[in-house]
């Protein structure tokens, strides 16, 4: 079986499950092989948990790749993308639609707009352009955000 | 009352004209008057806030991000925020 693992910012293998014995994998480290619907820790993971059950529990060692990946838990390998790239980019486009309609509508315009370039980019096997439109979009969020916080109390005060 | 910038330099109204008036109508209970200055918002406010739960949501809901983070939903909506914008020019 091919396992492939997030390891210290990287995707790493395939490997085989002997291989990941020689690692230095947490019970946390994402995972996925042919099969899984989306990256899981490694405990949860069926083919990956039994390197886990005869070891003493540890405190997971996050590194900051491991937290952001944990976080999305509702990324999967997309169609049209290499097996060797990492998972996508998150995008923001919950947020842009929201912040466009409720708060600043350009910034939350443009949000959308480099979410949706980021993923096609992303199926089109660029990851690089991918991760720099999805921070672009990101930006666009919290730009919006803040000046969504200053004007706020101004219109509280005017009422 | 902040004035809306695209208004004062076209004088033609902006999609979101009449937000905080009607915002302003709703707090106080007024429903009719915040229809009167701008209907829109009673549909797309709605919208927004189910965006924004979607993307806050713990759960992954895969179908239902899939289908509302599509592109031809979102040029869809934003089609329908221009076409809003010439009618009520109209």
Redesign the interface.
Known sequence: MKIWVYLNGNQQGPYTLDELRQLNLTSSTPVWYEGLSQWMPAREAPATASLFCSEPVTEPVFSGSEVKMSLMDDRQPVAGARADMPPAPPTFIGWSVFLMICCFPIGGLLGIIFSVMSGNAYRAGDYTRASRLSESAEWCVIISIVLGLITAPLMVALF | ??QCVFHNLTGYDC??CGF?RAL?AV?HGDIARAWKFNPFMFF??P???C??A???SRR???KL?RI??S?AV?YS??GVIVIWWIVRNL
């Open positions: 009352m902040p999609p979101g905080q302003y707090l797309i406010v919208v927004g806030l965006y924004l979607v993307e806050l992954p809901l895969p991000r509302m983070f592109p979102l909506l934003i």
